[in-house]
């Protein structure tokens, strides 16, 4: 493509056509396409959106954008709108240049800098029975208490604590319910600090949670991990599933909500989690 934002769009653009062909469905059978990115006013889902004659809708939460897509979408299936599709994307340079420097500026990375995934992913729901169900979802509050954006995830970390005991509070669960928690992106830090959280604020243990960022790359030393929209679909649908060994799984995304502006203004990050419960039969 012409540029890197038209490459976005066109990864999108792929993923939806590629969801629909998976499930026999043409445009016409689609009720609505929520989508979401990283990129200013939602640029690339806007533009994937205009190949296709569905109903759009264009979502923010960040890194937590997936997640907020199966809740809007969960929540709007009914007897009218049967078939929705989800999608989410990012691109590495795309973020480097809107968040902190070009690449090609050379800038020197910190150890706790991300790298941003660069793809996209398409779902589709619908009331049809398959072997995997939205069976519940909390969506998560904002919270502010970080200010460097080169260490995101301990900007999201605490975001992602309240949002996992709020969820487990509202459905009478505990810590152990679930196979598996599944987050977004606090990368290999992020993930500690999560941890560490929970375990001082609500006296117990997170034994059971996995951070996608932190086991997106097989190398170890690509910073602190990947981050991203597309970390926690990608790893919940090539790596995690195909182990065919959780059965109900939490997955909380985890969104950095900083811009170019609130930067400049030396404001704290504003950072939101959502999580949705997830039951998998193989």
Known sequence: MKSIELGESKYQELTIKGVMNKNKKVESDIDLLIS??????NLSSS???????????G??????GFTEGLIVASSLINKNDENIIVTTSS????????FRYPVEYGAIRKKVNTCTSTGSIS???SKNKSNIRVESSTVGSVYSMYNDTNNMGAAMAYSACETIKKHLIDTGR?????DLILTGDLGIYGIKILKECYKKKYKNTLDNVIDSGS?????????????????????????????????KILIVGTGSLHSVLSTNLNLNIPSISHAVSL????
């Open 174 to 178: 505990d810590e152990k319910y679930y």
């Open 36 to 41: 979401t990115d990283l990129q200013n006013q």
């Open 123 to 125: 779902v589709l729901l």
């Open 91 to 98: 691109h590495n340079l795309v973020s480097e240049k809107q």
């Open 279 to 282: 039951e998998v039969s193989y």
């Open 59 to 64: 979502i923010y939460s960040a890194c937590a």
């Open 47 to 57: 533009l994937s959106s205009m190949r296709f004659k569905i109903p759009f809708l």
């Open 215 to 247: 086991i997106f790359y097989n190398k170890k030393n690509v910073y602190a991990g990947a981050s991203g929209p597309l970390c926690l679909p990608l790893i919940l649908f090539d790596h995690i599933l195909p182990l065919k060994k959780y059965n």
